[in-house]
């Protein structure tokens, strides 16, 4: 296993920095908005849009997985070596 380099090491210590303070403003906006009530219509609608934002990106990854096993993206992939010409 190679060893880390400086600018990689500084570049994991940055990310571990943004990682917490997204954490603890995460837990900060939750308690401070934690006496808000939110109604029927709100879960419902908070339901349906995880449901269907689930929906959507299971779909495009399905489409993309059938789309390369398929080899219709063969031809517009610019770094592709060129093979022996095809008859």
């Known amino acids: 296993m190679q060893r880390l380099g400086i600018g990689q090491l500084i570049l994991l210590v940055v990310l571990i920095v943004i990682l917490i303070v997204t954490a603890v403003w995460a837990v900060s906006v939750w308690n401070a908005t934690g006496d808000a ?11 349906l849009g995880t449901f269907f934002s689930l ?24 770094f592709r070596k060129p093979g022996p010409p095809s008859e």
Request: net charge negative; with cysteine; charged share 10%.
């Open 37 to 47: 009530v939110m109604g029927t219509h709100g879960w419902i609608a908070l339901g």
């Open 55 to 78: 929906l959507i990106g299971c779909g495009l990854m399905a489409l993309m997985f059938f789309s390369s096993r398929s080899g219709h993206d063969d031809v517009a992939d610019p």
